[in-house]
């Protein structure tokens, strides 16, 4: 993990002129290359995640912008690694503008009555109990800092959408997260906190690397579905992030164009 200390001078130096994001689930796929895009855009970044070696990986990436990048190992459904997450954030770069809530895991892709309710439970503790606890603790930063505000990114993913076969909790999780990503927008305008929700689909990342050799439809066939270039999810993260303060994306959904998801089902 890096060093907040090797950090505060810039935090210093850099107050009120670079915005700072936290990016969850940063050690691969959408959360390290939306990470390193929002790098190169010119903010201060803390990658978070369960795997610290995963998190370095990304650290090693960042090449000549790594003095404005922090790693820290976090659990999301833990709110006390979350609350450690924000005040290391804070002692490093001193606030936080923007909170990418990106972690999420799926469950198997078995029938909903043979689901175990270990497997329910791990899927909603991270997708939906952690995006809630991350996005509370951002509340608490970004209502208190100067100026005041502040803005949050949620991961729908296109199951937010239309569901996938066998994938129930998955599928609940992301179509719950469209609902804190309203109810955070709401009670967010009080404090200048915007919030918004980006629904991708089949971006090139390891979790989609299975599609390359054909997944379930809902016809019960399978098929192979295209992919795209995970970096144009990225490139939405820094178009959402680059609004004034007065401007929000709602929703927005980026996903590959010749994808079932149009007439899936």
């Given amino acids: 993990m890096n060093d907040p200390q090797n950090h505060e001078s810039l935090a210093i130096t850099m107050s009120g002129t670079t915005r700072v994001a936290i990016v969850t689930g ?4 959408v959360g390290r290359a939306s990470a390193l895009a929002l790098l190169a855009e010119g903010f201060s970044v803390t990658v978070a995640g369960r795997r610290e ?4 990986r990304t650290v090693e990436l960042a090449g000549d912008a790594a003095a404005r990048i922090l790693a820290v190992p976090t659990n999301v459904c833990d709110p006390v690694s979350v609350a450690n997450l924000f005040a290391t954030t804070v002692e490093a770069f001193g606030r936080v503008d923007l909170l ?37 603790e951002a509340f608490r930063v970004m209502k208190s800092q100067t100026p005041m505000g502040g803005r949050i990114i949620n991961n729908g993913s296109i199951s937010a959408q239309t569901p996938r076969p066998n994938s129930s909790p998955y599928t609940a999780t992301k179509h719950a997260i469209t609902g804190l990503t309203k109810s955070t927008s709401l009670d967010g305008r009080r404090y200048n906190i915007a919030c918004g929700q980006i629904d991708i689909g089949n971006a090139a990342t390891e979790m989609t ?21 995970v970096n144009d999810v990225a490139r939405a993260i820094v178009y959402m992030s680059s ?23």
């Fill in 53 to 56: 070696d995963a998190l370095q």
């Fill in 209 to 229: 690397e299975r599609m390359t050799d054909g997944v379930p439809q809902a016809d019960g066939s399978i098929a192979v579905e295209p992919r795209m270039d």
């Fill in 243 to 265: 609004l004034s303060p007065e401007s929000n994306v709602l929703t927005i959904t980026v996903m590959a164009t010749k994808m079932p998801l149009v007439g899936r089902g």
């Fill in 100 to 136: 990418f809530n990106n972690a999420g895991i799926g469950a198997p892709a078995i029938p909903l009555e043979d689901l175990t309710f270990e497997q329910w439970q791990a899927v909603v503790d991270v997708n939906l109990t952690g995006s809630f606890l991350c996005t509370q």
């Fill in 26 to 29: 940063a050690g691969s796929g």
